[in-house]
């Protein structure tokens, strides 16, 4: 995608697209990294495996907060008929389409908050992306990374 430079008061800049930053995770008051190559999200330190599952349980945990398991399955299967459409698949997903078409809430539940190696290998792809805003999960990360 090419930007145009364009004059922003006194200066000039760039204006990067909503969907974006939005796909980078940033939004209003974040920070991008500027290199002789190109425009980026600002560089966060990495979490180790047990914290990066930390913060992956805490936005599931936000969601079976805020939605119904109905909701979760919705865009759930949402994302999961975008992604096959978009050839971008993996064999997780095919157990998560299993669990939202079963319709268990224990199991949906139990995949999404469970402390099991399944769980925590099923939430390293999860499918319900998209319920919480982007507000949310920025600040969920903030404190992973505190």
Not at 54 to 69: C, D, G, N, W
């Amino acid at each position: 995608m090419k930007l145009s430079l364009r004059r922003i008061g006194n200066s000039l800049g760039v204006i990067v697209p909503k969907a974006t930053l939005d796909a980078w995770g940033v939004g209003e008051g974040d920070a991008l990294e500027l290199t002789e190559v190109g425009i980026r999200p600002a560089t966060r330190p990495s979490l180790s495996h047990e914290a990066l599952d930390e913060l992956k349980r805490s936005i599931a945990l936000a969601v079976v907060r805020q939605f119904t398991p109905r909701e979760i399955r919705a865009q759930t299967m949402a994302n999961l008929h975008r992604w096959r459409r978009q050839g971008a698949w993996v064999s997780a997903y095919d157990e998560w389409e299993a669990i939202a078409t079963r319709g268990d809430d224990g199991e949906l539940f139990a995949a999404m908050l469970g402390r099991d190696d399944n769980a925590v290998r099923l939430r390293q792809s999860m499918p319900f992306v998209g319920l919480l805003p982007q507000t949310e999960v920025r600040r969920l990360r903030e404190e992973a990374t505190a």
